[in-house]
């Protein structure tokens, strides 16, 4: 059986080192919320789920549905992410952006 909304949250949070209180700064949403959809309390709305999503460098399908975001699902995500204002990118999503754009994997060095 796959993984529930909550755990894909918690899954991707631990792996991108967020504290529920970042990740609900970054998503615009109390931390209280963020717990309780990490528990299964509550679902997010659609927007909320979005931000969450976006928080995490994933999709609302994965985090909804636990689809796999695709390669051109990655590249729109990058779109999105360079379209943002650079002043609030994080180093991480920059390095998101580049190993995307070389085609990496975040263990492969680019060639």
Known sequence: ????????????????????????????????????YIKGDRSPRAEVLSRIASALGTTSDYLSQGIPVEKEGELQYAKRLIAKNVTQMTAAEKKEILEILLGGSNNETPR
Not at 14 to 33: D, F, H, P, Y
């Open 1 to 36: 059986m796959g993984l529930t909304l909550g755990e894909r949250i918690k899954e991707l949070s631990l792996k991108a080192r967020l504290s529920q209180k970042e990740l609900a700064e970054r998503a615009g949403v109390t931390e209280a919320a963020i717990s309780h």
